[in-house]
């Protein structure tokens, strides 16, 4: 099972950022989003398409339409900057999870 | 607070195994509904799920990896274990070690140690 992200996103602080994951039928697994800072381990910011973990700021929101999901990041600071990586949980798969390729965001 | 850590050698050497532990503070793994797994991180590239093993030692891996990885568990020790054999080039990458619980109705890694790079030359 194949997941697409863009390799990169640029934003300016303040603004709005959108990293967009690409799966076939993704409608019907749960989708995660992992935030991974240079030279850290990642961190789970959105699970079950879009549910925070607690004191997670509600900047961080994520959705579903069709073949896509999107972790969108408003009000973008510098301290977002990061690699943004999709993750599908799919229970009836030999092989449950699988990681998107990631998406390096820039802020401006 | 839960943590993991990573740790084992940083080198080795083509056709060899690989072997990592992790190590748990904070919980006991014989406890609760949670899965410990391996991830692995390639230089530049995505994360790739290699395996878990259950609380009850039974475990799970990745098909494509399935035929060299062996996840095992020292509950007397509050660690879990990987073997990964026969490894190449191809298996250099960053192994991060990391808790799938389902607290939240669903499964998601959380928390995740800081990972360990480990390469394979000669």
């Known amino acids: 099972y194949d997941l697409t992200q863009p390799p990169s996103v640029s934003v300016a602080p303040g603004q709005t950022a959108r990293i967009t994951c690409g799966g076939n039928n993704i409608g019907s697994k749960s989708v995660h989003w992992y935030q991974q800072k240079s030279g850290q381990a990642p961190v789970v910011v959105v699970y079950d398409d879009g549910d925070r973990p607690s004191g997670l700021p509600d900047r961080f929101s994520g959705s579903k339409s069709g073949n896509t999901a999107t972790l969108t990041i408003t009000r973008v600071e510098v301290g977002d900057e990061a690699d943004y990586y999709c993750q599908v949980w799919d229970s009836s798969s030999h092989h449950p999870y699988v990681f998107a390729p990631g998406t390096e965001v820039t802020v401006l | 607070q839960v943590q993991l850590q990573e740790s084992g050698p940083g080198l080795v050497k083509p056709s060899q195994t690989l072997s990592l532990t992790c190590t748990v503070s904070?919980?006991?793994?014989?406890?609760?509904?949670?899965?410990w797994s391996w991830i692995r991180q390639v230089p530049g590239k995505g994360l790739e799920w290699i395996g878990y093993?259950?609380?009850?030692?039974?475990?799970y891996y990745n098909p494509s990896l399935k035929s060299r990885v062996v996840i095992s568990l020292d509950t007397s020790k509050n660690h879990f274990s990987l073997n990964l054999t026969s490894v190449t080039a191809a298996d250099t990458a960053v192994y991060f070690c990391?808790?799938?619980?389902?607290?939240?109705?669903?499964?998601?890694?959380?928390?995740w140690g800081q990972g360990t790079l480990v390469t394979v030359s000669s």
């Open positions: 093993i259950y609380n009850s030692g039974s475990t």
């Open positions: 990391a808790r799938e619980q389902r607290d939240w109705g669903i499964p998601v890694f959380d928390p």
């Open positions: 904070g919980a006991s793994i014989r406890e609760g509904d949670y899965y």
